[in-house]
């Protein structure tokens, strides 16, 4: 395990500096520039360009800007804004928060619905199998901006149950204000994570040692409990793991339906001003989210399963 661990965060630590390589390059090769963005109309001599493109450290090369602004976020800084002159930490704390909140609502209801749905199709073949394989087609089909739609459509201006705009205040407030987003944003991914518990669960209940352990008297919630879930808990964790990083992503359209002001909507304003600190500082986070996510997910998936050990040592 602990080889398997070194491994694992070796990857990490070089995916995260191509990622961090990448979402550096990819905000200075688009149009327009800092400075440009400053001026606005007006138009400065070259002498004040010169000046302000050396306050900003964009007169030194390519290399030497992304290995101070790696140096700094590995310090813990951001930069400033160039829209409010706020340090983008402290502008994007409060964005983190609310998206942060959003995300873990979404990855509760992927683990409880998600899993729970499979478990219950897989175990039960005939009609239920069959009603809830619909249910799953269904939803994974729908995308989140649909879903975002249809619900404010159907929950706040049809029947008036949540607040369709916006993030009420104190902790039921919160509650209730994230509940529709959060549905949206993890409809499809409850979908997949259904549809793959549900495969994994039916192969081991199909399988020669389950229909062994019971036909040896073992009682079938124990052989569930010791065959089915613990072999097919490798294959869940990974998919649910997958799922839930790529909320992060998701967000950014549910929170500008629903108004949340989350990092999505943020990320979407800050590129429309061209705020490049602020661009890069979510992006990276995103990233980050992800690949960690993905990280503790095949931890938890090789602790379950010596199988996943074995098949990355092979």
């Avoid at 440009?36 to 138009?43: K, S, V, Y």
């Avoid at 149950?161 to 499809?188: D, E, K």
């Avoid at 495969?199 to 062994?212: I, N």
């Avoid at 938890?300 to 199988?307: E, F, G, K, N």
């Amino acid at each position: 395990m602990i080889a398997f661990t070194l491994k694992r965060l070796a990857g990490l630590v070089v995916t995260l500096f191509v990622a961090s390589f990448v979402v550096y390059d990819s905000i200075y090769l688009s149009p327009g520039s800092p400075e440009t963005l400053l001026f606005g109309a007006r138009q400065p001599t070259p002498e004040v360009r010169a000046a302000v493109r050396a306050h900003l450290g964009l007169d030194q090369s390519f290399l030497t800007r992304y290995g101070h602004w790696l140096s700094d976020i590995l310090s813990g800084n951001f930069g400033t804004s160039l829209i409010s002159q706020q340090p983008v930490a402290e502008r994007i704390s409060g964005p983190l928060t609310i998206t942060l909140a959003l995300v873990a609502y979404a990855a509760l209801l992927i683990i409880i619905v998600g899993v729970g749905l499979g478990l219950v199709s897989a175990l039960s073949p005939g009609g239920v199998d069959l009603a809830l394989t619909g249910v799953v087609s269904m939803a994974t089909a729908i995308p989140a901006f649909v879903a975002s739609s249809l619900t404010i459509s159907v929950f706040s201006v049809g029947l008036g149950w949540f607040p369709a705009y916006g993030l009420q205040p104190s902790f039921s407030g919160w509650f209730s204000s994230l509940t529709l987003p959060a549905v949206s944003l993890a409809v499809i991914a409850c979908g997949l994570v259904a549809r793959v518990t549900r495969a994994t669960a039916r192969e081991q209940v199909l399988s020669e040692h389950f229909q062994t352990a019971v036909s040896r008297g073992i009682s079938r919630p124990r052989a569930i409990r010791s065959h089915v879930l613990r072999n097919s808990a490798g294959p869940v964790v990974v998919i649910t793991g997958v799922q839930i990083a790529s909320l992060f992503s998701g967000a950014v359209v549910v929170e500008q339906a629903f108004g949340l002001g989350g990092l999505g909507q943020l990320l979407i304003s800050s590129v429309q001003q061209k705020d490049f600190t602020v661009v890069q500082a979510i992006s990276l986070i995103i990233v980050v989210a992800f690949v960690v996510l993905n990280l503790l997910a095949d931890l938890i998936a090789a602790a379950i399963d010596p199988r996943v050990r074995k098949g990355v040592a092979a």
